[in-house]
């Protein structure tokens, strides 16, 4: 049976037992567009984009849906997401230069990062940036130079590290004390910061930020963070910093395989409102704007990966490999995090599982394994694996190891498609 957990909202299986995706027979979009293939479902994106809008300003009016462009963009997916009335957060003049492109209202993008160059920082304020992110001392310098050449006044907020841990792999926890990422609280640091940035005339201090990993399971570390990001807040109206703007981050986890429950996103609004208000009213603090930054919870669900099976490789009572014509190049997820997916046969969709394969990619490494231990209907070359809940840092991480030309990416959407990035070829690699 279909995982539907895993899948794009608009999933089907048509009479022929054919994944559909968007109104669209995978089987056919493989044809028209070969594979390896991204399917991103529009539907999913719009829906998740409106669901998060939904929740949270249910509970607290005054917020902004910042989606973290790093999870993946491009010039459509961003013209969907302004359609939704989402904000953004960018990481890169790259990113930003995307935004610019289509003409996203650049007041409502963050930028983030904790080495952005004097060129990105010029590029962002040059075009109106909303809000610069800074993340340590020399950037609060070095943006408040770029300010003043461009004789302007730049809105920013303080990333901060709480020191919280969210409990997911340590490349992706981001908020603990001994990270790359912000001023931390307990050092003093952070509100060194505040009191640097609110001298100088260049800078506006507004707000204070703080991501504190991804994909987070659980709703306490927001709720434990919030209330240890307050508690420093408070202190700091003697520089004469006020908190306008607050945001926790993103980080919302989403379903990978068949048994995972993450929160709801209400659960996660929930929890984040809850202690927002609970201690603004403790610490006799104003309640600020609230931003929130999902990327992995609004594009992750919406992307299913098509591969073609190619070689077939079965050592007697150790192991069969199936080969797929992707892997590591465009999904480094599982190499980089050890991270689980499910796989599903998208030309006999509810074909009754016969044996345990793994799904091995096609790179030079012998870590490019897609799927571990996976029971699936006898494959044979020809056959079409699909991999759900890719549409999150798998494109956007993608490579062109081995020289291999990166994947096509088409967007579903009622039975229409829409390509929207282009198969590298050959002559790319050249
Ligand atoms: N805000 C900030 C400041 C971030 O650094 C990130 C992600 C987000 C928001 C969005 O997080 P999300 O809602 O997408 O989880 N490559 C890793 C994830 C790295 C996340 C980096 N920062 C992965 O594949 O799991």
Same mark, same amino acid.
């Given at each position: ?10 999933? /089907? ?5 054919? $994944? ?20 991103? &479902? ?44 989402? =904000? ?6 790259? /990113? ?16 983030? =990062? @904790?080495?952005?160059? %004097? ?34 006044? %730049? ?9 919280? &841990? ?22 003093? %640091? ?44 408070? &202190? ?99 190499? $980089? ?9 998208? @030309? ?5 599982? /016969? /044996? ?23 494959? %044979? ?50």
């Amino acid at each position: 049976m279909l995982p539907k957990n895993v899948f794009p909202i608009s999933t /089907e299986v048509n009479s022929q037992n054919h $994944l559909v995706i968007g109104g669209c027979d995978t089987t056919v979009l493989a044809k028209n567009f070969g594979t390896p293939l991204y399917v991103f &479902d529009e539907i999913t994106v719009r829906q998740l984009s409106r669901d998060f809008i939904r929740e949270f300003r249910d509970l607290h009016p005054n917020t902004t849906v910042a989606y973290g462009s790093k999870a993946f963009t491009n010039k459509t997916i961003a013209r969907i997401l302004l359609e939704e009335g989402l =904000g953004l957060d960018v990481v890169s003049g790259g /990113e930003l230069s995307v935004v610019v492109h289509v003409g996203f209202p650049l007041q409502d993008v963050y930028f983030h =990062g @904790n080495n952005k160059t %004097q060129v990105e920082l010029e590029y962002a304020l040059k075009h109106g940036i909303g809000r610069v992110v800074v993340d340590n001392f020399y950037e609060l310098e070095l943006l408040n130079n770029v300010a003043a050449t461009l004789d302007k006044v %730049q809105d920013i907020l303080i990333r901060v590290s709480p020191n919280v &841990d969210p409990h997911t792999h340590s490349h992706t926890t981001t908020g603990t004390l001994d990270s790359k990422f912000g001023f931390p609280i307990e050092t003093g %640091q952070a509100e060194e910061a505040i009191r640097i940035a609110v001298e100088k005339s260049n800078i506006n201090p507004i707000g204070i930020h703080a991501h504190l990993g991804s994909p987070i399971f659980e709703t306490d570390p927001y709720s434990t963070a919030i209330g240890i990001l307050l508690n420093f807040a408070r &202190d700091l109206t003697k520089y004469g910093f006020q908190l306008k703007e607050f945001s926790p981050g993103g980080g919302f986890a989403i379903a990978y395989t068949r048994d995972q429950e993450p929160p709801s996103i209400r659960q996660y609004a929930q929890s984040i409102v809850t202690a927002l208000i609970e201690n603004c009213t403790k610490f006799h603090l104003p309640t600020p704007k609230l931003i929130v930054e999902p990327g992995r919870s609004i594009i992750g669900p919406a992307g299913v990966a098509i591969y073609t099976v190619g070689a077939i490789k079965n050592i007697p009572n150790i192991r069969k490999y199936v080969s797929v014509d992707g892997g590591m190049g465009d999904n480094i997820r599982p190499a $980089l995090y050890d991270s689980k997916y499910e796989a599903v046969v998208a @030309n006999r969709v509810n074909d009754d599982p /016969e /044996e345990i394969v793994t799904i091995a990619g096609k790179f030079c490494e012998s870590g490019d394994i897609l799927v571990k231990d996976v029971a699936l209907p006898t494959l %044979q070359h020809g056959d079409l694996i699909s991999i759900p809940a890719s549409g999150a840092y798998c494109p956007s991480m993608a490579s062109t190891y081995n020289l291999n030309p990166r994947p096509a990416i088409v967007l579903a959407n009622e039975g229409n498609t829409r390509l929207i990035r282009r198969r590298d070829t050959f002559e790319d690699m050249t």
